[in-house]
């Protein structure tokens, strides 16, 4: 008995010190903005069975200031406060004093804006997916009237985090961005109730890809225009003869055969990566095809297009400038001008045709990286073209006539034989 009561008196303060570390710990990780950390601190330190009374509302009493003041969430800080006000604390607590007087206080507050706290519930839970921009407009007007009417409304953060959210539908990203950083820097932690964080990371995200865009399309029409007036300028159609034209055609029909012959050789030697399906997220069964005239190879033919294009244009500055008396200045002009209109076509292409339409992949076994196309629905193409689908896999098809089908019509599918363990699996899964 004596042994008990010595080790009871030993590991006591050690649980109690565990305890006041989960409090102190919280509180150090919320000053440093390690917001998750800190929390889940001080829900261990609530939720201890070894906690005192006076330690569980210490640290539901910080918890409540992290949510009123970090969080924006009044509601749950006045939960938190009604959860210490509960505990079986003596009626003079100084615990239990403090948290009736911020009982009151908050409910004063929902008190003093009952009006307004209705009209931004009903913007809230109102969908705004299908309004119109000038009901959008009404929104915002709305709701900057409050922000203007009560500059110390308690709830200040939530109308700047709604603000961005009308202005990023009406896609006025800097606007949205100003607007969410006004309400993280009200209230930091608001992630832990609304995506503020996220929100930022796609507005910012958005206007660099605007910017590059137009950039894109600022300089190919500047590329274009002095095209155009180099043309206009020199005048070649006063010099010109069939012998240049027939240059032309040339330059087009090698042009033509060295991308077309490219293309072929390397869609036959493509090497498939192992579990490409998964890596790219394509849904099973998949076939993968790197060969000209196969389905889902015309966005090479659209490639081709820009390419030639960009060929014409360059062609036509030369001729342009081939009358200059000075060949290195001609020299120099045509490598500047070719290289910048060959990669601000390029740049349009991929942002018109590859960006966030495809998936770029790099192999471990195989350094050089491919840009994958995921059709969103392959069955019909299978059934109008096997013949465009090589490598087919049949393992999760379950219609028997359609599986026999593939079989017997496209080129070079393997029957992959489902493995026992898998089927188990499945016999798992269907049975829970």
């Not at 069955?379 to 896999?393: D, Q």
Request: aromatic share 12%; proline share 4%; net charge neutral.
């Amino acid at each position: 008995m004596k042994r008990f009561q010595i080790l009871l008196l030993i590991i006591f303060p050690i649980i109690c010190f565990a305890v006041d570390n989960n409090l102190d710990q919280g509180k150090k990780l919320i000053s440093e903005k390690e917001y998750y950390k800190g929390r889940t601190s001080l829900f261990k330190a609530i939720n201890a069975p070894e906690s005192s009374l006076s330690l569980k509302a210490e640290a539901l009493k910080e918890l409540a200031h992290f949510y009123e003041n970090i969080v924006g969430q009044d509601e749950m800080a006045l939960k938190l406060y009604k959860r210490i006000f509960k505990l079986k604390l003596a009626a003079d607590a100084p615990e239990k004093i403090a948290a009736e007087a911020e009982i009151g206080r908050l409910n004063d507050l929902k008190l003093k804006y009952k009006d307004t706290d209705r009209a931004l519930q009903k913007i809230i839970f109102n969908p705004n997916r299908n309004l119109e921009p000038f009901e959008r407009e009404e929104r915002i007007t709305e709701l900057q009237n409050v922000i203007d009417k009560y500059p110390a409304y308690y709830k200040l953060s939530s109308l700047y985090y709604y603000i961005g959210d009308e202005h990023l539908a009406l896609k006025r990203y800097a606007k949205a961005e100003v607007a969410f950083s006004k309400a993280v820097e009200l209230t930091p932690g608001m992630d832990f109730y609304l995506p503020v964080t996220e929100k930022i990371k796609h507005v910012v995200m958005t206007r660099k890809e605007n910017l590059f865009n137009n950039t894109v399309i600022g300089l190919l029409i500047s590329m274009i225009a002095i095209i155009a007036i180099a043309f206009y300028v020199s005048r070649p159609w006063r010099w010109i003869t069939p012998r240049h034209l027939s240059l032309l055609f040339l330059v087009l029909i090698l042009w033509t055969a060295f991308y077309y012959l490219s293309f072929y050789i390397s869609g036959n030697l493509f090497q498939r990566p192992p579990n490409i399906a998964g890596e790219i997220n394509s849904e099973l069964p998949s076939f993968l095809n790197a060969i000209p005239g196969g389905s889902g190879s015309g966005i090479a033919h659209i490639l081709f297009l820009y390419g030639t294009i960009g060929i014409i244009g360059c062609c036509i500055f030369a001729i342009s400038t081939a009358k200059l008396k000075k060949r290195w200045l001609a020299i120099v002009l045509n490598t500047s001008l070719s290289l910048t209109f060959t990669f601000s076509i390029l740049a349009l292409f991929y942002l018109d045709e590859c960006y966030k339409k495809s998936t770029y992949y790099v192999s471990d076994e195989n350094p050089v990286g491919h840009i994958y196309f995921v059709l969103s629905d392959p069955e019909i193409f299978v059934l109008t073209n096997p013949k465009g689908y090589t490598n087919l896999n049949t393992i999760n098809v379950e219609n028997p006539a359609l599986k026999e089908w593939i079989m017997e019509y496209t080129e070079n599918t393997e029957q992959t034989e489902v493995p026992e363990e898998v089927i188990q699996t499945e016999k798992k899964d269907d049975s829970i």
